[in-house]
């Protein structure tokens, strides 16, 4: 389960503050529940190099305004409405100039701005001018360099810029005046942080300003993220009624002789019945002996009928029966033919159940998207509840028998609203290489090699190709039946990346190394010892590295069902195979035949049987990923694949669920679901998809997935896009199918 954040806070009260300071902070924290989803916590701080009343106005005004405008504007994300608001924020101070009396030179205005926003565990931070930001995490501090920091408030030359990050438990933000901080020092501010809570650290801080002669200036707040306490109440059992002292005693009246008096008159109602019974007896007998002393007729004489009056009244009697039966079968052709249709009762209340069920549906799409409406972002449950009802009235109306073309449009628009909700995002593939059509290759598995090109392993010509994306060439750098260190190479079957070595495993399981020497696909191809493995098998689902130290030394791993483990090899000191007998890393031995990849990054990820395991001090439990919220438009998620960019527990880990063609992201560290994303326009490439990797993205630019078809190699920028981008070369860590493992980046403590 994903860890809830509270934000403890430290602010300096009125009263405590400078006679002349001009310093505004203000604090929001919503109470309204789509607000705070949507918006957040905004933290604001606003300085001024100007001491006096006026100024005091002016950073009141900018305060003011950026927080109605940051909590108006619903058109845009967190970091473009912290910017719009600031440029808002500029506007108005500039009109209101003279008003406030801020003479300033051009090109040092005095107004600075430091705005911070928590949603969830996203953290974004921006200053403007005279304002400075401090983040405290695991006793280092860092900052938000500001190349302009003179340019504040009001100015015609404004660019904000937004800085966005993960806040964890244990993480501080200070926003700090910088005239304080230029009377404390950064260091000052670290022990605070460190060592006292936020309301103590900044009031810490104040007097210690106070203390070294300051004035003016004097804002700051500070903030702590913290985990929120669950509680549980337990209730005490009452019992509904008191026990029963005579349970199980047959029951009695409460009224006195009332028992006693409704025996006897049940004894007289039998003894009446029986009475009855022989009078009707004896009457019967009467009238019996009655009726035998009447006169009685002699029979009539037998009369002999001749044979022709028999034989005509045979003749008529066949006649009847053959009317009959015409009668009989003409009135069963009248009913087959007219009345076998149904009656218009039914056929009417089914066609009205059906309107009924296309008009309610209409309605809760337009309570979710009618004009200048969008629940979606504003409401988010009541427009998943009006949603889900709409699917539901749909397949009514589907059943009724309404036409599909009017229920399919509905239909759509439903459906994109709730993948709204539950952040469905298509991305647009590109093409990055495309081999000939003439080239006969069926392409299997992808790395990113150690010098960042795109390594493929192709089965049907049992060679490893080197990708260069420069001059869009592929050059075979290892193929069946070369000769290479004294050896002959075999037909390719795994490949990973290990430290500044590309490793490929033949299907006789001999492992080799190639190295590149430059970027042109050149290269040295080294055989590698490693302890037993001609006794690997022909069985093996996925082999990996995993970098120990800043040598380049690395741990070599595979996935070996026969022992129903995962083996690591420890390396030589020079590097220069694997002699010493593999440890084993699960704790207790486990069928690993359903697992169909493997990566690592300090802890031991595998795709196991659909599911995706964090294996650590060999065994899977404490993590698990939070499956998406969508079961009502697909089924749940199998995962073929999981591959990341990101340092041991920090960042994004991706799962690829083939059954719905998505890529679902998960927070690392929590397993708490992100997001999902499917490609745009209904492309089908990830129904081939051979292989994966990673690319991180640029700062706060957006990752980027690396896969494979049977020709070619394509990518897709991990955000809605309208532009088409061109490949992508920054370094990234992999992960594919069938049983490869992409490194870390940074050696840690190995797994």
Not at 423 to 446: K, Q
Not at 508 to 531: E, F, Q
Not at 585 to 595: E, I, Y
Request: glycine share 10%; charged share 20%.
């Amino acid at each position: 389960m994903a860890l809830r954040l509270q934000m403890k806070l430290g602010v300096l009260a009125e009263r405590d503050r400078l006679p002349d300071s001009p310093d505004t902070v203000l604090v929001v924290e919503p109470t309204v529940g789509s607000q705070a989803r949507t918006k957040g916590q905004l933290y604001l701080l606003v300085t001024s190099m100007v001491p006096g009343s006026r100024a005091r106005e002016a950073t009141r005004l900018v305060a003011s305004a950026i927080r109605h405008e940051y909590y108006y504007d619903e058109s845009a994300g967190i970091r473009v409405c912290v910017v719009k608001a600031i440029l808002a924020a500029n506007k108005r101070l500039t009109h209101a100039r003279e008003r406030s009396g801020l003479g300033h030179a051009e090109g040092s205005a005095p107004i600075g701005v430091g705005i911070a926003v928590v949603r969830d565990h996203e953290l974004y931070v921006a200053t403007v001018g005279p304002a400075e930001a401090y983040l405290s995490r695991g006793a280092r501090l860092s900052t938000l360099p500001d190349p302009h920091r003179e340019r504040g408030l009001p100015t015609r030359d404004l660019e904000p810029d937004v800085w966005r990050g993960e806040i964890n438990v244990g993480d501080q933000l200070a926003l700090v005046s910088p005239n304080v901080m230029g009377r404390l020092g950064p260091e000052e501010l670290k022990d605070a942080l460190v060592t006292l809570h936020p309301q103590p650290a900044i009031e810490h801080l104040h007097r210690r300003f106070a203390e070294a002669g300051g004035a003016g200036s004097d804002g700051g707040l500070v903030l702590e993220a913290a985990e929120v306490a669950v509680t549980r109440s337990s209730r005490t059992l009452v019992p509904v009624k008191p026990p029963e002292p005579l349970a199980g005693l047959p029951d009695r009246s409460p009224i006195p002789l009332a028992d006693t008096v409704s025996g006897g008159v049940a004894a007289a109602q039998a003894g009446a019945r029986r009475a009855r019974s022989a009078a009707g007896g004896v009457v019967g007998r009467l009238v019996m002996r009655v009726q035998d002393a009447m006169p009685s007729r002699s029979p009539a004489p037998r009369r002999v009928t001749p044979l022709g009056a028999r034989r005509e009244m045979q003749q008529r009697a066949a006649v009847a029966v053959l009317v009959l039966i015409a009668v009989a079968g003409s009135l069963g052709v009248t009913a087959s033919l007219f009345g076998g249709r149904p009656s218009p009762g039914p056929v009417i209340s089914s066609v009205e159940a059906g309107r009924l069920a296309i008009e309610a549906a209409r309605d809760n799409l337009d309570r979710v998207f009618g004009p200048g409406v969008d629940l979606v972002s504003n409401d988010p449950d009541l427009a998943e509840d009006l949603l889900a009802d709409t699917i539901e009235q749909l397949d009514r109306a589907a059943a009724a028998g309404i036409a599909n073309a009017i229920i399919r449009p509905l239909r759509t628009q439903a459906i994109d609203g709730l993948d709204r909700l539950y952040r469905m995002v298509e991305v647009t593939p590109t093409d990055v290489f495309t081999f000939a059509a003439d080239s006969g290759v069926n392409l299997a598995g992808i790395v990113r090699g150690p010098d960042g090109a795109p390594y493929v392993l192709d089965p049907a010509t049992a060679s490893v190709y080197r990708v260069n994306l420069a001059d869009k060439t592929a050059v075979a750098i290892f193929r069946d039946g070369t000769k290479a260190a004294g050896s002959v190479e075999a037909a390719p079957v795994m490949l990973t990346t290990g430290g500044q070595d590309l490793l490929i495993l033949d299907v006789k399981n001999v492992l080799w190394r190639w190295r590149p020497a430059d970027a042109t696909g050149r290269g040295t191809t080294t055989k590698v010892d490693v302890t037993g493995s001609p006794e690997w098998g022909d069985d093996l689902r996925a082999i990996g590295t995993f970098v120990r130290d800043a040598a380049g030394l690395y741990n070599f791993y595979i996935v070996d069902p026969s022992e129903q483990e995962i083996l690591a090899y420890t390396p030589a000191a020079d590097g220069s195979g694997f002699p010493a007998p593999p440890s084993k890393r699960l704790t207790v031995p486990r069928s690993v035949d359903g697992v169909t990849c493997l990566y690592i990054d300090g802890d031991i990820w595998i795709a196991d049987a659909g599911a995706i395991l964090r294996i650590v001090g060999g065994v899977t439990e404490g993590w698990e990923a939070e499956p998406p919220p969508d079961e009502l438009l697909r089924e749940a998620p199998s995962y073929t694949v999981v591959m990341s960019s990101a340092e041991r527990r920090t960042g994004r880990i991706y799962g690829y669920d083939p059954a719905n063609e998505r890529v679902v992201a998960f927070f690392k560290a929590s397993g708490e679901y992100v997001e999902q994303y499917r490609l745009a326009g209904g492309a089908e490439d990830w129904a081939d998809a051979r292989g994966w990797y990673v690319e991180p993205g640029i700062a706060d630019a957006p990752d980027t997935i690396v896969w494979i078809t049977a020709q070619g190699i394509r990518q897709a920028v991990l955000e809605p896009v309208t532009s088409e981008p061109g490949p992508s070369t920054s370094p990234a860590a992999g992960s594919l199918l069938p049983g490869s493992e992409a490194p870390t980046a940074a050696p840690t403590a190995a797994p």
